[in-house]
């Protein structure tokens, strides 16, 4: 089990990276807390020995997936009815500036195989070969979803954001 | 667009609060399993070893009770031996005497078997003219079933005697490493009068000592019911000590 301060220095180092993927996947900010702790328990007390520093990150990003994935499964069993997409979008996008939103409006309107990619790719900066592992995913999947979810971006921007 | 994402992505930040939710909720959950593993760990060790503190405290205290002799059957004759039976009519001692009544190397197969089967084997291979048995046990019942089984030897047996001691010879005779029957005999021979003097008795072989008890006692039973040998109780009446 890993001790009080590596965990709080680990809360500290990588909460915003939770947060982001928190917000990929759930959309719905309320539901982060949960996930939050359930990432840094397992950090605290299943987390192996890290070689770097990417490695600790990509093992958090990883952890916080599939803890997302499992909590949209145990959802969906539950028979709730989901908030309309636009108000939990709203909700998530709220606090950033408005010089941003509609990126990252334009990125969580995405489905979520496209969605987890463009993240991955252009915002943690991962390869393809990356992500296939973070995800567990065929590379050529990884590609295809990539250039896919880029073509959906750009009908969603426009012009303006072709890079 | 790869500078947009990133900078809008930039902005969505952990809240102050969530972090610190985070933090307590995680070392609350860190702190109970710490605490929690030691308790059941040492609850689990100890459960344990007293489950096997009371398992080895059960063996040996069955194998104590089971090793305890209880009654005793002393035959004498030429030579003697002396079989310890436990509660549960098992042997569980045997020790073998010469003529002189001193205990010999000489070893019998006949542990733990029951009573009727070693008194078969035992008075089956005696062949000498007169055979003493002497009977003791610390429970009256078990002296009465004995003597009652040793009475159907005697019926086939003309020249068989059979006593019946008390626990307390049993346990002089034990202390003393010397044949029961020998030594009841010796102490109803230094109880019955002055002929018998203590160093006639103690340097006389078994069988002479036998013989001479044998010899009081029927004087002593002369006139009321005796004690026969050759077989048939008359009356059934046993040889008995004080």
Same mark, same amino acid.
């Given at each position: 089990?890993?001790?009080?301060?590596?965990?709080t220095h680990a809360i500290q180092l990588y909460g915003d990276t939770v947060r982001r993927v928190c917000m990929?996947?759930?959309? +719905?900010?309320?539901?982060?807390?949960?996930?939050?702790?359930?990432?840094?328990?397992?950090?605290?007390?299943?987390?192996?020995?890290?070689?770097?520093?990417?490695?600790?990150?990509?093992?958090?990003?990883?952890?916080?997936?599939?803890?997302?994935?499992?909590?949209?499964?145990?959802?969906?069993?539950?028979?709730?009815?989901?908030?309309?997409?636009?108000?939990?979008? +709203?909700?998530?996008?709220?606090?950033?500036?408005?010089?941003?939103?509609?990126?990252?409006? @334009?990125?969580?309107?995405?489905?979520?195989? &496209?969605?987890?990619?463009? &993240?991955?790719?252009?915002?943690?900066?991962?390869?393809?070969?990356?992500?296939?592992?973070?995800?567990?995913?065929?590379?050529?999947?990884? $590609?295809?979803?990539?250039?896919?979810?880029?073509?959906?971006?750009?009908?969603?921007?426009?012009?303006? $954001?072709?890079? | 667009?790869?500078?947009?994402?990133?900078?809008?992505?930039?902005?969505?930040?952990?809240?102050?609060?969530?972090?610190?939710?985070?933090?307590?909720?995680?070392?609350?959950?860190?702190?109970?399993?710490?605490? =929690?593993?030691?308790?059941?760990?040492?609850?689990?060790?100890?459960?344990?070893?007293?489950?096997?503190?009371?398992?080895?405290?059960?063996?040996?205290?069955?194998?104590?009770?089971?090793?305890?002799?209880?009654?005793?059957?002393?035959?004498?004759?030429?030579?003697?031996?002396?079989?310890?039976? +436990?509660?549960?009519?098992?042997?569980?001692?045997?020790?073998?005497?010469?003529?002189?009544?001193?205990?010999?190397?000489?070893?019998? @197969?006949?542990?733990?078997?029951?009573?009727?089967?070693?008194?078969?084997?035992?008075?089956?291979?005696?062949?000498?003219?007169?055979? &003493?048995?002497?009977?003791?046990?610390?429970?009256?019942?078990?002296?009465?079933?004995?003597?009652?089984?040793?009475?159907?030897?005697?019926?086939?047996?003309?020249?068989?005697?059979?006593?019946?001691?008390?626990?307390?010879?049993?346990? =002089? @005779?034990?202390?003393?490493?010397?044949?029961?029957?020998?030594?009841?005999?010796?102490?109803?021979?230094?109880?019955?009068?002055?002929?018998?003097?203590?160093?006639?008795?103690?340097?006389?072989?078994?069988?002479?000592?036998?013989?001479?008890?044998?010899?009081?006692?029927?004087?002593?039973?002369?006139?009321?019911?005796?004690?026969?040998?050759?077989?048939?109780? +008359?009356?059934?009446?046993?040889?008995?000590?004080?």
């Open positions: 089990m890993r001790s009080e301060k590596e965990v990929v996947y759930l959309k +719905n900010p309320t539901d982060t807390e949960d996930i939050f702790q359930n990432v840094f328990i397992k950090y605290a007390t299943r987390s192996p020995q890290f070689e770097s520093l990417e490695h600790e990150k990509a093992w958090i990003i990883r952890v916080t997936i599939n803890e997302c994935k499992d909590f949209l499964k145990s959802f969906y069993k539950r028979n709730i009815f989901p908030t309309r997409q636009s108000v939990l979008i +709203n909700q998530q996008t709220a606090t950033v500036p408005t010089e941003h939103r509609e990126v990252l409006e @334009a990125v969580l309107a995405l489905s979520k195989k &496209y969605r987890e990619i463009i &993240y991955l790719f252009y915002y943690e900066e991962y390869t393809a070969v990356e992500i296939a592992e973070i995800l567990n995913k065929n590379v050529n999947t990884v $590609y295809t979803r990539l250039t896919r979810g880029r073509d959906l971006l750009k009908a969603a921007l426009g012009d303006d $954001y072709h890079e | 667009m790869n500078r947009k994402i990133k900078d809008a992505f930039n902005r969505v930040t952990a809240e102050k609060d969530l972090m610190q939710h985070t933090e307590d909720a995680v070392i609350l959950y860190m702190r109970t399993q710490n605490e =929690k593993p030691q308790i059941v760990k040492n609850s689990r060790k100890r459960n344990i070893g007293l489950a096997l503190a009371f398992v080895f405290v059960f063996a040996f205290s069955s194998l104590f009770v089971y090793l305890q002799p209880v009654s005793a059957v002393s035959i004498n004759s030429t030579s003697s031996v002396e079989v310890y039976f +436990n509660r549960f009519n098992r042997v569980v001692e045997v020790i073998s005497y010469d003529e002189n009544g001193e205990p010999t190397s000489e070893e019998m @197969a006949i542990q733990n078997k029951g009573f009727e089967e070693v008194m078969d084997e035992i008075l089956s291979d005696a062949d000498a003219e007169d055979v &003493y048995v002497t009977v003791a046990s610390r429970n009256e019942a078990a002296t009465r079933e004995m003597v009652a089984n040793l009475t159907t030897h005697q019926e086939m047996m003309r020249n068989m005697h059979i006593y019946q001691s008390s626990e307390e010879i049993m346990k =002089k @005779a034990r202390e003393n490493e010397m044949s029961m029957g020998r030594m009841h005999a010796m102490h109803e021979l230094q109880e019955s009068g002055e002929e018998y003097n203590t160093t006639d008795i103690e340097t006389e072989s078994t069988q002479e000592l036998m013989e001479a008890f044998d010899r009081h006692h029927q004087e002593m039973m002369r006139g009321g019911h005796m004690h026969r040998p050759g077989g048939g109780m +008359n009356g059934g009446h046993m040889n008995r000590s004080r």
